[in-house]
């Protein structure tokens, strides 16, 4: 049963546009929400956060935003740079229920920035 | 300050064998943490120690374990290693552990099971 969901593998834009990376999710014990950014043969990058109390947090190009009713967060790219290309995982943690200590990771979604 | 090691970077191992993995967390990190990342799941978690207790662990089977030092470095171990233990492998760390308290990720052993 996957609890962190991204539907779309991949997601292609043009540079300085806006890209718009979505994330469903099952589990309402959820209470903290990451974005993390990939590039091939490396670790993951930490990117943004957001907690459960909040619907919106921003820091510089990227703005990830929660609707809890929906169990939806998406993260925006404003703008787009070819730089930016890269695996976007989508990952939530909670205190409840004991999952504080382990990240649940989406399957990513590939984003390519054309120039 | 140095980042979350992992060692080695690539490894070949025969099915049937077994394998022990290493990280290094960063200096005055507690918690480490590892995931498994095939292209088919995603990350998975597979176990977190914090002050060489291993305080929450993933769905995997016995056959992947792991252990901390007093010194907050980490191994994991794979015995009989099956093709589909084909995986890169990532360790992180986190001062106190939490996803609030943020983790590193080191970059990966790339293992390949023949």
């Known amino acids: 049963d996957q609890q962190v969901k991204q539907n779309s593998p991949s997601l292609s834009v043009q540079e300085g546009r806006i890209s718009i990376l979505n994330c469903d999710y099952t589990n309402s014990m959820f209470d903290y929400f990451l974005w993390y950014k990939k590039y091939p043969a490396e670790g993951p990058t930490f990117l943004i956060s957001?907690?459960?109390?909040?619907d919106k947090n921003e820091d510089g190009r990227f703005t990830v935003f929660l609707n809890k009713s929906a169990k939806h967060l998406s993260l925006h790219i404003v703008p787009s740079q070819p730089g930016d290309s890269a695996v976007y995982f989508c990952?939530?943690?909670?205190?409840?229920?004991?999952?504080?200590?382990?990240?649940?990771f989406g399957k990513g979604t590939l984003l390519t920035v054309n120039p | 300050k140095a980042g979350v090691t992992q060692t080695p970077r690539y490894l070949i191992k025969t099915r049937g064998q077994q394998v022990t993995l290493s990280c290094s967390p960063i200096?005055?990190?507690?918690?480490v943490s590892w995931y498994q990342q095939t292209p088919g799941q995603g990350l998975q978690f597979l176990f977190e120690?914090?002050?060489?207790?291993?305080?929450n662990k993933g769905n995997f089977p016995g056959r992947f374990s792991g252990r901390q030092f007093s010194n907050s470095r980490s191994e994991m171990n794979v015995s009989t290693l099956e093709l589909g233990d084909s995986a890169l492998y990532l360790c992180a760390s986190s001062s106190v552990g939490g996803a609030n308290y943020g983790y590193t990720f080191g970059s990966g052993t790339r293992l390949t099971v023949v």
């Open positions: 990952a939530a943690s909670g205190y409840r229920g004991g999952s504080n200590y382990k990240l649940t």
């Open positions: 120690y914090f002050s060489e207790t291993q305080r």
């Open positions: 200096s005055g990190h507690r918690s």
């Open positions: 957001i907690s459960s109390i909040k």
